[in-house]
């Protein structure tokens, strides 16, 4: 039987891929990275569950006030006196509902931004955590293919 004598066939591939410096990540540390990712996205999620049910809560609390408030104005207009008696009392109540609307409206507004501030804070600080951590794996993998890399001669001029 004839050996092959094709210099193809004689071809040694690790030797040419180890020439190649690939760098071997930190699995570890890239699970723990995740985790910590989860973990931010779990808490701000969280954070703003509570925020909205903080916000349903006072919406249902300024709805009670608001017909109570109408219950008594309704009350206060049909009571006795004169037109212009009426006219000026239902003047007021209508003062005091705008001006209560709007200072429901700006404590809702500040509620909603607190919350959102809160849970962007949270993704925010994890973001550059996790910048700084993919940095330190990047480079640490850099490293450790560095070190394995074969050492080749200086070229021949």
Known sequence: ?????????DLDVTKYLAQFRVPVFDVDAMMAAHRKNVEAVTAANQCAFEGVS???RRQ?????EALENYSTAVKELM??????????RQAEF??????RSVANVRELTDMVAKTNEEAFGLINN?????LD?????????????EAAAPKSAPAKK
């Open 54 to 56: 903080a916000l349903m």
């Open 79 to 88: 009571a006795d006196g004169t037109v212009e008696e009426k006219a000026v």
């Open 94 to 99: 209508a003062r005091n509902a705008y001006d």
């Open 126 to 130: 994890r973001v550059r955590e996790s």
């Open 133 to 145: 951590e993919v940095q330190g794996i990047v480079a640490g993998a850099a490293r450790t293919a």
């Open 1 to 9: 039987m004839q050996k092959n004598t094709n210099p193809a066939f």
């Open 60 to 64: 249902g609390e300024i709805a009670r």
